[in-house]
């Protein structure tokens, strides 16, 4: 069975730092990209970064540039995410997300348009002001 599953969130001061795990099974972990999109109360999900397991290439939306870092740890079958200086508006459900990779690497624009193969069900990151 496949499964993804995400944690690490919590709440937080802005300037903060949070550290997001997504834990997977179920898979070849080699052969797929793993993403993070995020979705705010009232707002669209929103694809913040992604991280092709094969050759470790990621990628980021602008407005997270800087701030977050995508890692993987191939040994761990787990993708982080390091998000630094937290600000109120990167409040919202954290989800990750994989599709099957091949020989492909993956921008996040690429990454996007892909559907996803699975889902986690998220991590709340709140960020007080």
């Known amino acids: 069975e496949v499964q993804l599953v995400e944690s690490g969130g919590g709440l937080v001061q802005a300037g903060g730092s949070l550290r997001l795990s997504c834990a997977a099974s179920?898979?070849?972990?080699?052969?797929?990209?793993i993403g993070w999109f995020r979705q705010a109360p009232g707002k669209e999900r929103e694809g913040v970064s992604c991280i092709t397991m094969r050759n470790g290439k990621s990628d980021y939306t602008d407005s997270v540039k800087g701030r977050f870092t995508i890692s993987s740890d191939n040994a761990k079958n787990t993708v982080h995410l390091q998000i630094d200086n937290l600000k109120p508006e990167d409040t919202a459900f954290y989800y990750c997300?994989?599709?099957?990779?091949?020989?492909?690497?993956?921008?996040?624009?690429?990454?996007?348009?892909?559907?996803?193969?699975?889902w986690g069900k998220g991590t709340l990151v709140t960020v007080s002001s």
């Open positions: 997300a994989t599709t099957w990779a091949g020989q492909r690497s993956f921008t996040l624009a690429s990454f996007l348009e892909y559907g996803m193969d699975y």
């Open positions: 179920g898979f070849t972990f080699d052969d797929y990209a």
